[in-house]
């Protein structure tokens, strides 16, 4: 279906039911909080900005036709250093016309470094669009720029809180979303914001350019893109990795790219410089994988045209950082050590081959060289894995000879991947709350080079990036209802030149997950891996009543028990015999908290 929306009948629809739409072709019963800027109409999907430069920056609006058969129509821009408008500093006209689904991308230069402006559009009858501000990027001596971080934003599993979180801020020089901007589906599981009838599979260059119109009638998305410069990617949820040509079409003419050949849409990969500060390096991993052989049976993940430009690219680099975008992990999630079983999902050493994971010796030649030239002022902004991760870039993470974990040194790198801002995570997954805990300590006791990982919240993340660090935060958002809370989930920083994340910072500011006593009360679990017996000890500083239970990694109960805690401490032993293969996770609850064990059964 085609949502456009005719000026009459939104304002009819509007008087009478706030969150409905009428589209020309049928009338879509819309969730709540989906609405046009029907103030502004017909700019009823709003204003972007994209891609900033010191001199310039790509200004993008879609004016709504009277009909579907609408001739092009011809708006005018302008830019200015105030919110009045009264001092322009750039103007100009464009068409928009249904070649381009009525969209317009316009490139307002002339511009000066490190300024904020204001932009609108007008159509030919005089109807402004909202206003917008964007901020040009720096030019020679840098010493600090705020950087937001996004991915995932499936529509239909929750409320965009974190975007309207987001547009609040007025401390974000520029936002980089890493990719599934939008969603192709609807997630069984995560049916929060669904409208009727459902979205079909978008396949042709209308059907995405459909979802596209349908994801700009969130108005926190437009508020945070009429109130930040974004540099935006795509993967796979936002055009078919096997057939990409009409989703980048569509995703082209929705969002503000500079495009570096305007003859291959498919083609994205770019670079930009923030002063004397970071450049910023956006890679494609998406579409160029398996096309070229670096190996005996290892083909590359960047593929030899855009790995050379890369290294070209960073190689020519003079800035304090360099940030490189990647839609997917790069460093290593490794499954050594855990059994494979039905329970966790895996390929092979890792929990996915998908990431860079899949693509080992293209990922060894890359930091082989950031070590050979001892060049490890590199951070990696990541996205797609749904959860928050901190990790060291380590050419061979278990290799103590190459890399020590306690510290981080002798790391290449560290990545950054804040969570989504709605798609499902490990909740969503149908992993109990009780067990989340364990999930982490599982997967961090597999991977030493992991420094944080969060696994149930959404948001977004920001680098605060200086010449002498970066200061990395998670910030998280509901998702399940409209709300104005945000909490900070945690802290990271990477000083110049360490190459990894500083150890000497709290483990974590978030609120626990699953209530803790203050001290670690609980032994480990002996032996782990068990065959019929495991022991574990629970201390003497909590005497009295306590609930031993047993999970599987489903959340689902297999055990339990009431004992009493002396006051000299106390042995427990459980059978274990008749378990099957698998993670179970031991759960002893005091009156002064709980505390989790987990133990493989052989």
Known sequence: MR????????ALFWVCISFFLSPIEAQTVYPPR????????????????GDPLPNAVLLWTRITPDSATAAPITLT????????????????AGTASAARDFTLTVDATGLTPNTVYYYRFESPNGATSR????????????????????????IFSGYFNGYARLAERNDINVVIHLGDYLYDFVDPDEQVRVPSPGPIGPSTVDEWRDRHEYYLLDPDLRDAKAQFPWVTFWDNHD?????????????????PIRMPDTTQPTVIYRAFQYGDLFDLHMLDILLFRDRDTIAPGETSILGTVQHNWFINSWLASTTKWNILGSQKMVGGWYARGIP????IPRDGDFFSTNSWDGYVEDRRRLFSLFDSLDRRNNMFISGDAHMSIAMDLAIDPFDSLQYTAQTGAGAVGAEFLPTSVTRGNFDEMGIALNLVEAAVQIS?????HHVFMEVVQHGYGVLNINKDSITAEYWYSPILAETTTETLGQRLVMEDGAGHWKRDLPTSVRPPIISTAPTEFVSLIRPNPANDWIEFDIESQYPGDAQIKMFNIAGKAIKLADVRNSAGGSTYRIYTGNLQPAIYIIQVVTAEGAMIRQFVKQ
């Open 340 to 343: 494979q079983i039905p329970q």
């Open 444 to 448: 961090k006791g597999a991977n030493p």
């Open 131 to 154: 206003r917008g501000r964007t901020q040009t990027a720096p030019q020679g001596s840098t010493d600090s720029m705020k950087v937001a971080v996004l991915s995932c934003s499936s």
């Open 34 to 49: 989906m609405f046009g800027d029907t103030a502004n109409a017909p700019f009823y999907h709003g204003i972007a900005s």
């Open 239 to 255: 055009l078919s990795q096997s057939n990409p040509l009409n989703g980048s079409i569509a995703f082209t003419e929705w969002v």
């Open 3 to 10: 949502y456009q929306l005719p000026l009459l009948q939104v």
């Open 77 to 92: 821009w302008e830019i200015a250093t105030d919110t009045a408008f009264a001092n322009v500093v750039a103007n100009g």
